[in-house]
């Protein structure tokens, strides 16, 4: 790793190793005279910034010293490429425009009213299609807060079907066909400002993309995404992927491992885990 990179992944072993918090990272580089914020040094082991500037070069070898590494070791692989998504104009997500009309459709303001604090999701993919079983924890912000709704888009133009989970139900639907977008609300007990609850539901379809994932708008939730592939749709390979915004394209941060069932033969598992997004689509494709 330390001799293949990416940076990205070497620097987040190494901080992983030495067992030092971000936060102590940045107070003994601040005391060497490096100026590095927490979240700089948090985009940096995720992939989704990279040291250019002099400065930040000098930083990146004070990080060597301090984290115990061979001299050159994280700045050799800022020379290598930035590991680049596939071509093709790859896009995954909700277009906004789309995603405002529909909201508009179900009486759904743009602010919820809630925070958004952790999403679990579950995925089987099978040759049949999809099983998605989700679970978000909300916060509310605002007293008597009741409904969320849920808005999924896909680039097949096969919509798919939302159904309520655990302690709530289904609220106005409506559908936008040529954007390929499907919005369900779903109810839940009216909260006070501080309470969370577990909102939870599924979603069946059979969809072709090669990909799952959540736009985040917002930095520091925890997401736990779990892929599992029936044998009949084994995937070959699985990457993280991650986008800005709708006007740049998914960048690949790392290579997932695929995982035997043990339990199906055949079968294979992906888990990504993080505690502490930054905003913008995170998520996996896989290729077969």
């Known amino acids: 790793m330390f001799r293949t990179g990416p940076f990205h992944t070497a620097l987040r072993a190494a901080i992983a190793a030495r067992g030092l918090s971000l936060e102590r990272l940045r107070d003994r580089l601040a005391a060497r005279g490096h100026a590095v914020s927490v979240s700089t040094l948090s985009n940096w082991q995720r992939g989704v910034g990279r040291p250019r500037r002099p400065e930040s070069l000098r930083a990146v070898a004070a990080l060597e010293s301090l984290l115990a590494l061979p001299e050159g070791t994280l700045v050799r692989l800022l020379r290598e490429p930035a590991p680049r998504g596939r071509g093709g104009g790859f896009s995954p997500g909700t277009p906004r425009p789309a995603a405002r009309r529909l909201r508009a459709a179900l009486g759904a303001p ?24 989700a679970r978000i924890v909300l916060r509310a912000r605002r007293p008597g807060v009741d409904r969320y709704a849920v808005l999924l888009h896909t680039h097949s133009g096969a919509l798919p079907d939302i159904r309520p989970g655990r302690d709530c139900v289904l609220g106005r639907g409506a559908t936008d066909p040529e954007s390929a977008l499907t919005g369900t609300e779903l109810l839940f007990p009216a909260l006070c400002p501080g309470e969370t609850f577990p909102l939870e539901y599924e979603v069946r379809a059979r969809l072709p993309e090669p990909y799952y994932g959540r736009w985040f708008p917002a930095a520091g939730a925890r997401l736990e995404l779990t892929l599992r592939f029936a044998p009949e749709a084994a995937a070959r390979e699985a990457h993280r992927i991650w986008r800005l915004d709708a006007h740049s394209t998914h960048k690949d941060l790392e290579r997932l491992r695929l995982l035997p069932l043990l339990d199906v033969p055949g079968g294979s598992l992906v888990h990504l885990a993080d505690s502490d997004v930054v905003p913008g689509f995170h998520g996996v494709r896989w290729a077969r």
Not at 113 to 123: H, P
């Open 110 to 133: 743009e602010d919820p009213g809630v925070d958004l604090l952790a999403f679990q999701d579950d995925v089987t993919v099978t040759g049949a299609g999809w099983v998605v079983r």
